[in-house]
T-cell receptor, first 115, second 113 residues
Framework: GENVEQHPSTLSVQEGDSAVIKCTYS??????FPWYKQELGKRPQLIIDIRSNVGEKKDQRIAVTLNKTAKHFSLHITETQPEDSAVYFCAASKNSGGSNYKLTFGKGTLLTVNP | KAGVTQTPRYLIKTRGQQVTLSCSPI?????VSWYQQTPGQGLQFLFEYFSETQRNKGNFPGRFSGRQFSNSRSEMNVSTLELGDSALYLC????????????FGPGTRLTVL
């Protein structure tokens, strides 16, 4: 089955700096890669996702890049703010032949943005 | 529109008992997925239901089961509870499945004593 590894497990940055979180996946057939943000005591929320037919996607201060050859994808947050502090999870799944498969998550990265 | 709701929010059970958790998806969403979240293992996929049919199942023992009703509401059941089943159980709904935007519920915190 799919295996997703996420690094680093903790990341501390100064407000205004950039943050990068990296994930690798094992199943070359995976074609859907979402990122979720979970603030303390709250539910996970989708912040951005990418499908394997594109290499990069941006949404304001957040971007995700995908390297299918190397089987890794990364989350980039620019101009970090204290409200970006949370646990970020990457995940991978595939949609093949009209069928969906399970969603496999990385172990999460605790991002702390220091004012 | 109303978000995903889960009941109960907190539950305390003892080993050997069974428990049923409920999830009401966003109106119009036909896919409901269940996840177990623990500090050690993170978020793990339990199963996904779509139009009352289980489409996918994670690597959990048969003690974990679920079902979905015609109104898309879903329940999951854990029988013969073990201490290791203590976790936050999250459900998520989407229009078509896990490769669509999923909206999570607040979770049910299960403690097994």
């Amino acid at each position: 089955g799919e295996n997703v590894e996420q690094h680093p497990s903790t990341l501390s940055v100064q407000e205004g700096d950039s943050a990068v979180i990296k994930c690798t996946y094992s199943d070359s057939a995976s074609n859907y890669f979402p990122w979720y943000k979970q603030e303390l005591g709250k539910r996970p929320q989708l912040i951005i996702d990418i499908r394997s037919n594109v290499g990069e996607k941006k949404d304001q201060r957040i971007a995700v890049t995908l390297n299918k050859t190397a089987k890794h994808f990364s989350l980039h947050i620019t101009e970090t703010q204290p409200e970006d502090s949370a646990v970020y999870f990457c995940a991978a799944s595939k949609n093949s032949g009209g069928s969906n498969y399970k969603l496999t998550f990385g172990k999460g990265t605790l991002l702390t943005v220091n004012p | 529109k109303a978000g995903v709701t889960q009941t109960p929010r907190y539950l305390i059970k003892t080993r050997g008992q069974q428990v049923t958790l409920s999830c009401s998806p966003i109106s119009g969403h036909r896919s409901v997925s269940w996840y177990q979240q623990t500090p050690g293992q993170g978020l793990q996929f339990l199963f996904e239901y779509f139009s009352e049919t289980q489409r996918n199942k994670g690597n959990f023992p048969g003690r974990f089961s679920g079902r979905q009703f015609s109104n898309s509401r879903s329940e999951m059941n854990v029988s013969t509870l073990e201490l290791g089943d203590s976790a936050l159980y999250l459900c998520a709904s989407s229009l078509t499945g896990v490769t669509d935007t999923q909206y999570f519920g607040p979770g049910t915190r299960l403690t097994v004593l």
